[in-house]
């Protein structure tokens, strides 16, 4: 056996080196590739950031990655593949540095040498893998979706739940703790509705809806301290645009925030954060967990003025020794000022920044081309656009990496229509890197037969632990644990 593999591999040696680059056609241009990872900065345990050469047919590729440091890796075939192993050891020699790569493409039978691009290894880890949602497109009907998780130092993907298991199941909002897992809200929609909630292997059913509260809770975020997490309530509507630029809104009809205790099965709540007068929604906890941020607008009569509701970023003091909030409402970004509404703010868990998505009007920005990343510095109160990350298209939900050094974003940049995940780093100084496409082994291939949608990704610090038959059971059962407002 040892001898067959061992000749297998002479066989493809003399293969590869059978088309040798002979007297190339120096061009001073880059590479055309797909995904475009020319000048990215990437982590030393992600997966091969394979490519595929889209600039015409040709024949043959023949690639050389060098380690500024030390190390190198030729590939010399009609992909661009590189091994895991070779790939997982040239980064790490090289954390903190660069990598060079020289492609030359040969296109009827001639080797043409492109201008080499780098890309920079960050000397910050990244976590363990990524967990989001993919949802074949559709609007009323639940069509197949699932929440999956994948490791970011391999292509290795598994679903941690579906909704094929369960007949006309919505699998909505999931959330960790500061990435952990062990941790998890998981809201669900439809006949078997409720929110599924495990905290250190204590797992739940509840129902959140109850009669002092608009619906059942909607857009989770834990506190820092794992003993609160903060939901807004929901009564919403869909609508559709008439215009071939715009596709689908989500309006809030009344919406409100509060605070759930596991603990004790309670609901906590604050008459500043009920007002009928303005929507409330998408509550987020700051990292030293004393503040609640949370998103503002002024009611307004739905449908004739839904183009004038317009999210500021507000917060409201949070006492965790005992629950209770702060008397005053502050309005940290004005963004109907602007003329501008935001949504989905994610502080970063050092505490110096919230990120969040600025569009034109309204909350559901998944849907708005001209929505952005933009970023609020706590310590000077300074907003700015992402200019480094953002596209011509829609950047809309997002979340940062345990250790604030990296952010996962979703972006309809690619084709317009899918959301697809792009990374990308920031630094101790607040630089940020050019982002870059979720690696995939044969990257054009996958993307481009993939007729799903990434949707509210988040990095997960190690794998999840989700016993799936337990869960479908308890999804199924008419058991559901009740919540109670605390008065």
Excluded at 129 to 138: D, E, Q, S
Aim: charged share 25%; aromatic share 12%.
């Amino acid at each position: 056996m040892r001898r067959v593999i061992a000749y297998i591999t002479t066989i493809l040696w003399f293969a590869a080196c059978s088309n040798p680059v002979t007297n190339p056609e120096k061009v001073d241009a880059w590479p055309v590739i797909y995904p475009d990872y020319i000048g990215v900065t990437i982590p030393a345990t992600i997966a091969p950031m394979n490519f595929d050469c889209i600039g015409g047919e040709h024949e043959r590729v023949d690639v050389t990655v060098a380690g500024g440091k030390s190390g190198r890796i030729h590939i010399n075939g009609k992909k661009v593949s590189f091994s895991q192993d070779e790939w997982r050891a040239l980064l790490e020699a090289n954390k903190g540095d660069s990598l060079l790569f020289t492609v030359c493409i040969r296109q009827g039978g001639i080797w043409r040498q492109y201008r080499p691009f780098p890309m920079y290894v960050s000397p910050y880890p990244i976590d363990y893998g990524v967990v989001y949602r993919k949802l074949a497109p559709g609007y009323e009907v639940y069509s197949k979706m699932g929440i999956y998780e994948r490791n970011l130092s391999s292509f290795d993907e598994r679903p941690l739940l579906e909704n094929t298991m369960v007949t006309g199941m919505c699998l909505n909002c999931h959330a960790f703790n500061k990435t952990n897992p062990d941790y998890l809200s998981l809201h669900i929609r439809g006949k078997n509705g409720g929110t599924l909630m495990r905290i250190d292997g204590r797992r739940e059913m509840l129902n959140t809806k109850t009669d002092s509260t608009l619906s059942a809770c909607v857009y989770p975020y834990w506190h820092p301290g794992g003993k609160y997490i903060a939901y807004s309530v929901n009564n919403t509507r869909q609508s559709f645009h008439t215009v071939k630029e715009e596709r689908v809104e989500v309006l809030d009809l009344a919406s409100d925030v509060l605070v759930y205790h596991p603990e004790t099965h309670e609901l906590l709540r604050s008459p500043l954060l009920q007002k009928k007068e303005v929507f409330e929604t998408f509550p987020v906890f700051s990292s030293d967990g004393r503040k609640l941020y949370f998103c503002a607008a002024e009611a307004r009569q739905i449908p004739a003025e839904y183009k004038e509701i317009r999210y500021n970023l507000c917060s409201i003091g949070f006492n965790p020794e005992d629950g209770t909030f702060g008397e005053r409402v502050d309005t940290l970004v004005n963004a109907a000022a602007m003329k501008k509404s935001i949504s989905f703010p994610r502080p970063s868990y050092d505490g110096k920044y919230i990120m969040f998505t600025l569009s034109d009007y309204g909350n559901f920005s998944i849907w708005h081309k001209e929505a952005d990343l933009w970023l609020l510095d706590v310590q000077d109160g300074a907003v700015r656009p992402i200019r480094e990350v953002n596209s011509n298209d829609t950047e809309s939900f997002h979340n940062w990496s345990s250790n604030s050094r990296w952010f996962v974003f979703s972006s309809r940049r690619g084709d317009g229509l899918y959301t697809r995940l792009y990374l990308a780093s920031m630094d101790e100084n607040g630089m940020i890197s050019k982002p870059f496409l979720l690696p995939q082994k044969n990257p054009w291939e996958y993307y481009d037969r993939l007729a799903y949608s990434y949707n509210v990704p988040d990095f997960t610090c190690e794998p999840v632990k989700l016993e799936r038959r337990k869960v479908e059971r308890e999804i199924v059962s008419a058991k559901r644990v009740p919540v109670r407002v605390r008065h």
